[in-house]
């Protein structure tokens, strides 16, 4: 299927000349850039018909040419748009439905006259610069710069938002080539990641939402081939994690929900789990640095989830109790307060570190060494440049789907080897520190509940190798464990953060506090104990059956 892979990056208008200029792009330049105005409507049903099957149509002139597009919904990762397309060349600019009967989607030709047929949504018109490259291990791309702006209805009037943004579109190669062509321009200008297409902000306008995501993501499962590499493996898992972490990101800066802070730290351990999975299968020289990266990020999100607990969580129902008690209510309420302005400092930090460059340059490092194998369009492989590309992603990359999924075969010649192995390994450090649970120290569940974290973590990054009722059964146990002991260490950050917030005054709060936070710890244990009893009967879902 004709795939298109591009890497989409936000950059202010006034700084397009240096872009075009910048001393990373000049080697890799092929002719001069050449413009042209681009015109674009995109079509869909009145009921959105084609949005909610996550593909987008569109009719485009280029000039004098038309062209009509198909394209399917984008895989995972940050940035990295990779999706089928199709296009066809056509006589006038009014869509032609019965060319999507030769693709995947042929089962809307008969659909879409049935939902009310085909009506425009939304148009983009822009300036496109774009300039032919190749880079040393021949990859070719094409860089293309566009200004101008998305118009859509809704409600009567016409909503606009600008155009101002970076395409760098893989003709073939190697993909990880745009991610370092990327990280140079973030070196030296205020580039960011774009995570939506045209189309998605354009449907946004015509439906009257925010061009950013319109809830918190949760992660998802990641479908696995049955044979898939263990690095190929590792890094579809990386590109899914990372779509969570960006995918969360503009709603953490746009809105106060407490889950947005929730859904991208998950995101970010998550990465942080899987990165340090890649790194047997690397050359160990852009996973390390970014995994530091990443523990940056989840300390800043680490701080606001845990005050944003501390106050959304624990105090209500605690200041509500001692409301009853006229001595104790001037001190809850400082309390609250002092909380309530942590709470803010968190926040405000976690913001900033989000809208900075470094998470900016962390999103296209971690998209680097999650980048998917080269590829060659058709009459490209017979000078066998993807063998060559494949052969030298290690020298200068850190990690790859394709070198690694070689180097691993003496490790795992499958993912499914490999994972099978590490969950019972991991299973079995769990299973060895929850046997102590009913009479371990705050510390000893805190260790417990790392690892089954840690288990969990991989037992979701594979679990579509192993499909089945057991599969499901094990990670719903698990997941309840988990939880049972992530609210006890709610409890024990509880009582720490309130000794934190505490003055010479306020001892007596401070008791008061760590007292109800006892005894809500307390009432938690019935229910440890039969999710640990629930997980100890769950069947390993690994073993060979």
Same mark, same amino acid.
């Given at each position: 299927?004709?795939?298109?892979?591009?890497?989409?990056?936000?950059?202010?208008?006034?700084?397009?000349?240096?872009?075009?200029?910048?001393?990373?792009?000049?080697?890799?330049?092929?002719?001069?850039?050449?413009?042209?105005?681009?015109?674009?409507?995109?079509?869909?049903?009145?009921?959105?018909?084609?949005?909610?099957?996550?593909?987008?149509?569109?009719?485009?002139?280029?000039?004098?040419?038309?062209?009509?597009?198909?394209?399917?919904?984008?895989?995972?990762?940050?940035?990295?748009?990779?999706?089928?397309?199709?296009?066809?060349?056509?006589?006038?600019?009014?869509?032609?439905?019965?060319?999507?009967?030769?693709?995947?989607?042929?089962?809307?030709?008969?659909?879409?006259?049935?939902?009310?047929?085909l009506v425009p949504v939304c148009t983009t018109?822009?300036?496109?610069?774009?300039?032919?490259?190749?880079?040393?291990?021949?990859?070719?791309?094409?860089?293309?710069?566009?200004?101008?702006?998305?118009?859509?209805?809704?409600?009567?009037?016409?909503?606009?938002?600008?155009?101002?943004?970076?395409?760098?579109?893989?003709?073939?190669?190697?993909?990880?080539?745009?991610?370092?062509?990327?990280?140079?321009?973030?070196?030296?200008?205020?580039?960011?990641?774009?995570?939506?297409?045209?189309?998605?902000?354009?449907?946004?306008?015509?439906?009257?939402?925010?061009?950013?995501?319109?809830?918190?993501?949760?992660?998802?499962?990641?479908?696995?081939?049955?044979?898939?590499?263990?690095?190929?493996?590792?890094?579809?898992?990386?590109?899914?994690?990372?779509?969570?972490?960006?995918?969360?990101?503009?709603?953490?800066?746009?809105?106060?929900?407490?889950?947005?802070?929730?859904?991208?730290?998950?995101?970010?351990?998550?990465?942080?789990?899987?990165?340090?999975?890649?790194?047997?299968?690397?050359?160990?020289?852009?996973?390390?640095?970014?995994?530091?990266?990443?523990?940056?990020?989840?300390?800043?999100?680490?701080?606001?989830?845990?005050?944003?607990?501390?106050?959304?969580?624990?105090?209500?129902?605690?200041?509500?109790?001692? +409301?009853?008690?006229? *001595? @104790?209510? /001037?001190? $809850?309420? %400082?309390?609250? #307060? =002092?909380?309530?302005? &942590?709470?803010? !400092?968190?926040r405000k930090a976690a913001r900033e570190g989000?809208?900075?460059?470094?998470?900016?340059?962390?999103?296209?490092? +971690?998209?680097?060494? *999650? @980048?998917? /194998?080269? $590829?060659? %369009?058709?009459? #490209? =492989?017979?000078?066998? &440049?993807?063998? !060559?590309?494949?052969?030298?992603?290690?020298?200068?990359?850190?990690?790859?789907?394709?070198?690694?999924?070689?180097?691993?075969?003496?490790?795992?010649?499958?993912?499914?080897?490999?994972?099978?192995?590490?969950?019972?390994?991991?299973? &079995?450090?769990?299973?060895?520190?929850?046997?102590?649970?009913?009479?371990?120290?705050?510390?000893?569940?805190?260790?417990?509940?790392?690892?089954?974290?840690?288990?969990?973590?991989?037992?979701?990054?594979?679990?579509?190798?192993?499909?089945?009722?057991?599969?499901?059964?094990?990670?719903?146990?698990?997941?309840?464990?988990?939880?049972?002991?992530?609210?006890?260490?709610?409890?024990?950050?509880?009582?720490?953060?309130?000794?934190?917030?505490?003055?010479?005054?306020?001892?007596?709060?401070?008791?008061?506090?760590?007292?109800?936070?006892?005894?809500?710890?307390?009432?938690?244990?019935?229910?440890?104990?039969?999710?640990?009893?629930?997980?100890?009967?769950?069947?390993?879902?690994?073993?060979?059956?």
């Amino acid at each position: 299927m004709p795939t298109e892979i591009e890497l989409k990056l936000a950059l202010d208008p006034a700084a397009m000349p240096l872009l075009l200029r910048h001393a990373a792009l000049m080697p890799l330049k092929r002719g001069h850039a050449r413009s042209a105005d681009v015109s674009t409507t995109y079509f869909d049903t009145p009921g959105f018909r084609l949005q909610k099957d996550g593909v987008a149509l569109r009719v485009r002139r280029i000039g004098k040419r038309w062209v009509q597009t198909l394209k399917g919904p984008t895989e995972p990762g940050a940035g990295l748009h990779a999706r089928a397309e199709h296009e066809w060349p056509l006589a006038s600019g009014g869509p032609d439905l019965a060319l999507i009967a030769t693709t995947p989607w042929k089962k809307l030709v008969t659909k879409v006259p049935q939902d009310g047929g085909l009506v425009p949504v939304c148009t983009t018109e822009f300036r496109r610069q774009t300039v032919e490259l190749e880079f040393p291990d021949r990859t070719r791309a094409q860089l293309c710069v566009d200004r101008g702006e998305i118009r859509a209805p809704h409600a009567g009037r016409s909503r606009r938002a600008p155009i101002a943004e970076i395409e760098i579109e893989l003709q073939d190669g190697d993909p990880a080539n745009l991610f370092r062509l990327g990280l140079a321009f973030a070196g030296d200008l205020p580039v960011s990641v774009i995570r939506q297409s045209k189309a998605e902000r354009g449907y946004a306008l015509r439906q009257g939402r925010s061009t950013s995501a319109p809830a918190p993501v949760r992660a998802a499962e990641v479908e696995l081939d049955a044979d898939v590499a263990t690095a190929d493996a590792l890094s579809s898992i990386a590109r899914e994690c990372l779509r969570q972490v960006a995918a969360n990101a503009d709603g953490l800066l746009a809105d106060e929900h407490t889950e947005w802070v929730h859904q991208m730290r998950v995101g970010t351990r998550r990465l942080r789990s899987c990165l340090s999975l890649m790194k047997p299968f690397s050359a160990d020289a852009a996973v390390e640095p970014l995994i530091a990266e990443v523990k940056w990020l989840a300390a800043l999100l680490g701080e606001a989830r845990d005050w944003d607990v501390f106050v959304t969580q624990t105090l209500p129902p605690l200041a509500a109790w001692f +409301a009853r008690d006229a *001595s @104790a209510a /001037p001190g $809850i309420k %400082r309390l609250r #307060d =002092r909380a309530a302005r &942590r709470r803010r !400092d968190a926040r405000k930090a976690a913001r900033e570190g989000v809208a900075s460059p470094r998470f900016q340059r962390l999103l296209l490092a +971690a998209g680097l060494v *999650s @980048a998917p /194998p080269p $590829i060659d %369009r058709p009459g #490209d =492989r017979s000078d066998n &440049r993807s063998d !060559d590309r494949r052969a030298n992603r290690s020298d200068d990359r850190g990690t790859t789907a394709v070198v690694g999924a070689a180097a691993c075969s003496d490790v795992a010649p499958k993912a499914s080897v490999y994972a099978g192995k590490l969950i019972a390994r991991r299973h &079995r450090k769990f299973a060895d520190l929850a046997s102590t649970l009913p009479h371990a120290s705050n510390d000893e569940r805190h260790a417990s509940r790392i690892a089954a974290k840690r288990l969990r973590y991989v037992a979701e990054f594979f679990s579509s190798l192993f499909p089945g009722k057991r599969t499901r059964t094990y990670l719903e146990t698990l997941a309840a464990t988990q939880d049972a002991l992530g609210e006890f260490n709610d409890a024990v950050t509880a009582s720490a953060l309130a000794g934190r917030l505490s003055g010479s005054a306020d001892a007596a709060t401070t008791g008061a506090v760590r007292g109800w936070v006892a005894a809500q710890a307390a009432a938690i244990e019935p229910r440890l104990e039969k999710a640990l009893r629930r997980f100890d009967a769950a069947k390993p879902f690994w073993l060979p059956r």
